[in-house]
Structures are given as structure tokens and as C-alpha cells.
């Protein structure tokens, strides 16, 4: 089955060569990689690297009991002395609360956190009561003395908070994602952050009944996980996670890369081939056959390369792990599948280059950048400004690849800036028998 990489899938910043991601291979008895990254968008979250265990008060189980007490005593104001402070993301309609800054070059955006007092005023503004299943645990930084929720509101009509000098505004995590500068650490962290958040809560909406006896589905961990109702059946339930695989595909002896069209993309621009793993499949074998199935492409050699979550999927699912590769053709013969994509071509090193520096990516997120500012002002308040954002690469270039909040972006700029002293790019030395990263 194809993945359907949808439009908005489009450029913007123009990626730092420091953070390029750079292969080395090492030769032993067995071929080994190495690959040093950066996080990709979505990947990196800050407050969850570590889950504390249950007796530390900023785990799941402890956070949970103390936010249950603050809502029975409604002094949620009155911190205990042992207990963390508490920061709440609202979400509508799977769009994150959000704010801009000023900055010297851009506005930078920021997660619209609010604490449980705010929340709760938000809530009794529309008639409704905050509950403590209703809010689901993020992860915590204890270094700050925080514990953070994540809350949908899309049943709330309240108007959006306006706390200080700071406007908020539900923008599109897709919205969010463009106007992310790649380079701004925070920026990032706070992306990913958003990322989870909304991965889980879209699990939520999709899950609330058992899928074996049909009872009625509880969140269970503060919303980590969720477990059947029916004290029969009792059945666990884990948020869901669908796996993508997402390929360049190489031709080592011409040194040229296979890039697709899909019709939903913008115009001119080309991309990775990409599509589910099927159950019971290998990732190297879902990337043989999808190759395959869309090309008539014959793969040999796959390479993994790195993996990015993608919540900004269809709400249908909730969050996607792009697993990325460099696969190594065997044959050259394009036959298209026109279901599938609209086109697939050869491209030469030069000519993706030639794609990757005419695209203007750093000015698309600034303008990005822009409309949220534009946005949380109460400009165009209510729209999706997804669509504005086809800012297309320089005149000079023929097509455009994805900016570096993709994966594919990527991929292709790792195969374009590979050691090309090497006769084909970086050599992956492969002739020894028990190749651990080939699989042939
Ligand atoms: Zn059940």
C-alpha cells in the first residue's frame, strides 16, 4: 500500500551543512555504520527521555495522585511543598495552543502552556468540569520542578486564554512544523513535544472501546495506555504506533537517486518512495516490495539510515515512524505504477543539488513564522494557513525536495553530500559474508 505523503509536505529552511547528517562505514570482519544525528522534527522531546519510576512524585502514577488530590481540594493554587508544579497544552481539534515572540530575524513560536488553575477556569467557561482522566501526562523536567499535561478541548467553545502580554491561538501542528527554524534547539523540543502530545490524543479519540468485547475503553498510567472496562476482559491498550518505511532508492554505478511525484504534491515537487509495513513483513523486505510495486525497481542492498515519528498524519493515525534507507537497485527499468505515483525518474547527484541549494527553505519557514505571529494576533484567526505555504524553490530550479522537517529531505541530502572521493559515493564495503546491515 502506498503512503500518501501529503502536499503540505513542502519546502522550507534551508538545511545548515553542520547539521547534515554524515555516514561513515567501518570495515571489520562484519560492515558496520555509523551514523551521526541530529534529531529529526518530532524526535528529541526534552521532557521524556526518561519515564521516573513510580515512587518518584514526577512519575505518571505519583503526578496523577497528587493532580486528583489538587482537583478534590480545588486549591489546585496551593502547591503541596513536596508536590511539582503542573503545566497544561490544550489542544482543539488536534491543533496545539500556541503563542509568538518576536524576534530579530523571525518570530519564534512557543507552546501555549497554562497552568491547572487557567485550565480549569477555561473549562467551567463552557460549562464544563475539569477531570482528572482528562488530562494526559506528557513527561516532566524536574530540574524545573514541572510536570506536563496534555488536554483536547475540542468540546469546549471557550474563547482562547489571553494571559499577560501573550495571545494564543490553536494553530495546525503541520503550521507549526513549517515555521520551526531547524536550528533553534528549543524550537524543535517544543515541536516534538507537541508531536507526542497530539499523537496520544487523537490514540485517545480513536480508542475508546475495547476491540475484543466492545466495552467501553479507560485511560489507565494518566492516559499513558488505556484498559477495557469489562473486569472479564480487561484488555490492555496500548497507543498505537504504525510504521512507514521510506527509501532512496540508489543507483551506485550511474550515481543517481529515484525521486517520485505523488499527484497531491505541490508542482516540481519530488521526493523519497515511501509505504506501510505490511504484518509479517521485514522493514528490508517492505522496502524491496514497495520499491518494487511502484517502480518495477528490483532493490538488493538496504541500508538503514535514521527514523522520524510524523503525528501530523491523518487523525486516522495517530502517529507514523518513518524508518528511512538508502536502497540499492539492481535493475534500472522504471515501469510506474500510475495509482501509485504520478511519475518516478532518475535524477543525477548534480541535479539534486542543484534542487536542494536553489530551494529557498529559510525564507518559507520565516514567512511560516510570520502567519502563526499573524494568527495568535487574531489575523485569519480560524483558518488553515497550511495551504499558503507553497513557497517554491528559486526559479532556476526544476523541482524541489522537501525541507529539512521531512525525513526525505534527509536522506537525499546525506546521498547528494556523500564523500564523493569514493567512486560511487561512500562505499559501503559489503563482500564479507554475515553482513549485518545489508541483508541481501
Ligand atoms: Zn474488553
Given at each position: 500500500m502506498l503512503l500518501l505523503l501529503s502536499s503540505s509536505l513542502i519546502s522550507v529552511t534551508k538545511a545548515p551543512t553542520t547539521l547534515i547528517r554524515s555516514l561513515s562505514y567501518f570495515t571489520k570482519t562484519t560492515t558496520v555504520m555509523s551514523i551521526n544525528l541530529q534529531p529529526h522534527a518530532f524526535a528529541g522531546n526534552p521532557i521524556r527521555s526518561k519515564t521516573p519510576k513510580s515512587t518518584d512524585p514526577f512519575s505518571p502514577t505519583s503526578a496523577f495522585e497528587s493532580l486528583k488530590?489538587?482537583?478534590?481540594?480545588?486549591?489546585?493554587?496551593?502547591q503541596q511543598?513536596?508536590?511539582?508544579?503542573?503545566?497544561?497544552?490544550?489542544?482543539?481539534?488536534?491543533?496545539?495552543?500556541?503563542?509568538?515572540?518576536p524576534g530579530e530575524a523571525a518570530p519564534t513560536w512557543h507552546l501555549g502552556w497554562i497552568n491547572l488553575a487557567d485550565c480549569q477556569g477555561f473549562l467551567e467557561n463552557s460549562g464544563a468540569q475539569l477531570r482528572e482522566e482528562a488530562l494526559v501526562y506528557l513527561g516532566s523536567r524536574s530540574e524545573d520542578d514541572v510536570v506536563y499535561w496534555a488536554i483536547d478541548v475540542s468540546d469546549q467553545n471557550s474563547s482562547v486564554p489571553e494571559l499577560g502580554s501573550k495571545q494564543f491561538c490553536f494553530v495546525e501542528l503541520r503550521t507549526l512544523m513549517v515555521a520551526t527554524d531547524w536550528s533553534d534547539e528549543q524550537t524543535m523540543g517544543e515541536l516534538a513535544i507537541a508531536g507526542h502530545a497530539r499523537s496520544l490524543l487523537e490514540w485517545h479519540n480513536l480508542s475508546r472501546f475495547c476491540g475484543h468485547c466492545g466495552e467501553k475503553a479507560v485511560p489507565t498510567e494518566a492516559g499513558r495506555r488505556k484498559h477495557c472496562s469489562n473486569e472479564l476482559c480487561n484488555k490492555r491498550i496500548y497507543p498505537r504506533v504504525d510504521p512507514v518505511v521510506i527509501m532512496l532508492v540508489i543507483d551506485r554505478e550511474n550515481d543517481r537517486a529515484l525521486l517520485s511525484r505523488q499527484s497531491r504534491f505541490v508542482p516540481r515537487m519530488w521526493s523519497c518512495l515511501a509505504g506501510f509495513i505490511?504484518?509479517?513483513?521485514?522493514l528490508e523486505e517492505a522496502v524491496r516490495r514497495e520499491t518494487w510495486e511502484e517502480t518495477g525497481i528490483e532493490v538488493g542492498e538496504v541500508i538503514y539510515h535514521s527514523s522520524q515519528p510524523w503525528p501530523v498524519g491523518p487523525s486516522s493515525i495517530p502517529c507514523q515512524l518513518m524508518v528511512g534507507f538508502f536502497a540499492y537497485a539492481k535493475s534500472f527499468e522504471i515501469t510506474v505504477d500510475k495509482e501509485e505515483l504520478e511519475d518516478a525518474q532518475?535524477?543525477?547527484?548534480?541535479?539534486?543539488?542543484?534542487?536542494?541549494?536553489?530551494?529557498?527553505?529559510?525564507?518559507?519557514?520565516?514567512?511560516?513564522?510570520a502567519k502563526v505571529e499573524q494568527m495568535c494576533k487574531g489575523v485569519g484567526k480560524g483558518q488553515s494557513l497550511v495551504g499558503d505555504f507553497n513557497v517554491e524553490s528559486g526559479e532556476l530550479a526544476p523541482m524541489f525536495i522537501p525541507g529539512p522537517f521531512a525525513i526525505a529531505h534527509h536522506l537525499?541530502?546525506?546521498?547528494?553530500?556523500?564523500?564523493?572521493?569514493?567512486?560511487?559515493?561512500?562505499?559501503?564495503?559489503?563482500g564479507q559474508s554475515n553482513n549485518s546491515m545489508s541483508n541481501l
Open positions: 488530590i489538587r482537583l478534590l481540594d480545588n486549591t489546585h493554587q496551593q511543598p513536596s508536590s511539582p508544579d503542573f503545566k497544561v497544552l490544550p489542544f482543539r481539534k488536534g491543533r496545539p495552543l500556541a503563542c509568538s515572540i505490511e504484518p509479517g513483513e521485514s532518475w535524477h543525477c547527484r548534480e541535479d539534486v543539488k542543484k534542487a536542494l541549494t536553489f530551494a529557498e527553505y529559510k525564507k518559507a519557514q520565516r514567512a511560516a513564522a537525499i541530502s546525506s546521498w547528494v553530500h556523500q564523500d564523493t572521493d569514493a567512486p560511487n559515493g561512500v562505499e559501503v564495503r559489503s
